[in-house]
């Protein structure tokens, strides 16, 4: 069946009156687009149309973990298949010095390390700083934090 005869069909059930087929066809045409357009506005929209939710749209309500570090509550969904990626070790460094760069909870030990470092060099510069901070600090964290 082609979309414009299904389009026909949809229509010719919205008939009420037999004898006023124009009317009613219109009638029932004009109450679907006014529920379409009301939809747009309201969260729960017309519960007579499917429900469709939108691309990657996410509920921020559904991540109530509050155990979770905030870098681990992701405002989106997942795009594709779920699969498992190994991780040379280059790429695993990266993604662990992201996280822990990024992490507002691990904020107060970056700032130890970076006092530590500018109290054992006094000499540095910002630039030198951020690239010892880079190589030396999941290390040190790590230590830190175990001991």
Known sequence: MYPPERYLRKIKHKIMNKA???GSISIGYIMDEAAKFA???FKEGDL???LKEKRNEVYLDDIVD?????IFKPPGKAIGAEG???LVDNEYTAAHLYILMNCPEVQPF???FITKKRKQFPNLNDEVVNV?????FPSWFEKYVCS
Request: hydrophobic content about 30%.
């Open 110 to 112: 970056i700032d130890v």
């Open 84 to 86: 498992k990626q190994y």
């Open 48 to 50: 007579t149309l499917p």
């Open 20 to 22: 006023q087929v124009e």
């Open 132 to 136: 010892v901070t880079e190589q030396e």
């Open 39 to 41: 939809s747009f506005y």
């Open 66 to 70: 509050d155990d979770m570090f905030e």
